[in-house]
Nanobody, 125 residues
Framework: VQLQASGGGLVQAGGSLRLSCAAS????????MGWFRQAPEKEREFVAA????????YYADSVKGRFTISRDNAKNTVYLQMNSLKPEDTAVYHC???????????????????WGQGTQVTVSS
């Protein structure tokens, strides 16, 4: 599967952005999808993940209550709605997919097989 993330930009603290990740290739609904982020000089960290069609979700504590992950399998797209943004949310955001048919939400980079190129999110104070 190929992944293309978009929707990043510059926003003031307290603002909102919605990231999109368009997928192409095999049946999108059979992939667990995740969002990760990487700030300068820091390791890539888990943000959120969503299961197959039922849409079970899981979030990092740092974004819980502010970010919402969702998916539209008919459009082969996963979204990350980000509200109440903080300067510490500044990072390059990557979408990722686990292997085809692999079940279970995962929070580590090693558990994801496919990665998009990333989109920059900058939150000013």
């Amino acid at each position: 599967v190929q992944l293309q993330a978009s929707g990043g930009g510059l926003v003031q603290a307290g603002g909102s952005l919605r990231l999109s990740c368009a997928a192409s290739g095999r049946t999108f609904s059979n992939y667990v999808m995740g969002w990760f982020r990487q700030a300068p000089e820091k390791e890539r960290e888990f943000v959120a993940a969503i299961s197959w069609s039922r849409g079970t979700t899981y979030y990092a504590d740092s974004v819980k209550g502010r970010f919402t992950i969702s998916r539209d399998n008919a459009k082969n797209t996963v979204y990350l709605q980000m509200n109440s943004l903080k300067p510490e949310d500044t990072a390059v955001y990557h979408c990722a997919a686990r292997g085809f048919g692999v079940l279970g939400i995962a929070t580590t980079t090693d558990d994801y097989r496919y990665w998009g190129q990333g989109t920059q999110v900058t939150v000013s104070s």
